[in-house]
């Protein structure tokens, strides 16, 4: 757990956590802390005990803002994307009059990123942080869309190059990340209306006005997701038809050889009856002869198949 006075974005580290039990006299503190913390924060700030059940709980938390007597509880999903799975990390927030407490389970890249801006903007209101912080996390949302559309527009150049079995398992790996996803963009999409538009005491009302950009862009979010949706949707039925078509080729090729065959089988056949007497059967350059008429049969039927464009 760290402990910082944060005013006018300049971190001042504080050692005794009784410190922060009463305002300071400019600024505001900022408690970083884990899960484990929360038996010690909990009793001091009178942390209600249901926000701090979500905290704990193993089960995934769905963005949301719970108002109580002196503190908000507030949940937002931070995003990351490694080309293969989309991970999605609470950030638990208690925010006070004169204090924010982060909690979190995993390090999440926000808050590092969070530090030079609080310092550039010169920040000392702890619901300034919140705003900086939610803004920070929706858009990173906007870079990992990028990626998800890089990586769908590679999966296409691949199939149309060269369609792999592996490209369907990983079409249909992608495309229930991104639905398994877009359940979580509902959630957090009103939880930044709700800051933008509920009465929130903690929050000041000029303040509120600018979650209306962070609500703006997670629409925008919300409607690229949909537009990655329906892309892997085109993109399985690209799959599709490329093995379709591939198949299809094979099968002409496959036909194309079998059809040139049938007249040399049928030549072969007919020389390899039991009969006494067959033409040319006792002809001592016979069977160069035949086997240069199959060959000449072969490239005939192979030249009339090129200009007829059936190969």
Not at 65 to 91: K, M, P, Q, T, W
Not at 274 to 300: A, Q, R
């Amino acid at each position: 757990m760290k402990i910082r006075l944060v005013n006018n974005g300049v971190f001042t580290l504080i050692e005794d956590i009784n410190e922060t039990l009463t305002p300071a006299p400019e600024g505001f503190y900022w408690i970083d802390a884990d899960a484990e913390d929360l038996a010690q924060l909990q009793p001091l700030f009178h942390l209600h005990d249901l926000a701090v059940e979500d905290c704990l709980s193993e089960e995934e938390q769905r963005p949301k803002i719970e108002l109580y007597e002196g503190h908000y509880f507030i949940v937002v999903n931070s995003i990351r994307f490694d080309d293969e799975e989309i991970f999605l990390r609470a950030l638990n927030i208690f925010l006070g009059r004169h204090y924010i407490i982060t909690v979190t389970k995993q390090k999440i890249n926000e808050l590092r990123s969070l530090k030079p801006i609080l310092w550039e903007q010169e920040v000392s209101r702890p619901d300034y942080f919140l705003y900086f912080l939610i803004d920070l996390v929706v858009d990173n949302y906007f870079i990992v869309g990028d990626r998800i559309d890089t990586r769908i527009e590679q999966l296409e150049e691949h199939i149309l190059m060269h369609t792999k079995k592996s490209h369907l398992n990983e079409i249909i790996g992608l495309r229930g990340e991104i639905l398994w996803l877009k359940k979580m963009l509902g959630p957090q999409r009103d939880l930044i209306g709700a800051l933008n538009k509920r009465e929130l005491k903690l929050i000041d009302d000029q303040l509120q006005k600018y979650f209306g950009d962070i609500y703006e862009n997670a629409v925008k979010i919300s409607e690229a997701f949909d537009t990655y949706r329906d892309l892997m949707g085109n993109l399985r039925e690209a799959y599709q038809s490329s093995i379709s078509a591939r198949a299809n080729e094979i099968m002409r090729v496959f036909t194309a050889i079998t059809t040139i065959f049938m007249p040399l089988t049928f030549i072969t056949g007919i020389y390899g009856m039991n009969f006494d007497y067959i033409p040319g059967m006792h002809f001592k350059g016979g069977s160069l002869v035949l086997l240069g008429l199959m060959f000449f049969l072969g490239v005939i039927m192979l030249y009339i198949f090129r200009k007829k464009e059936w190969l």
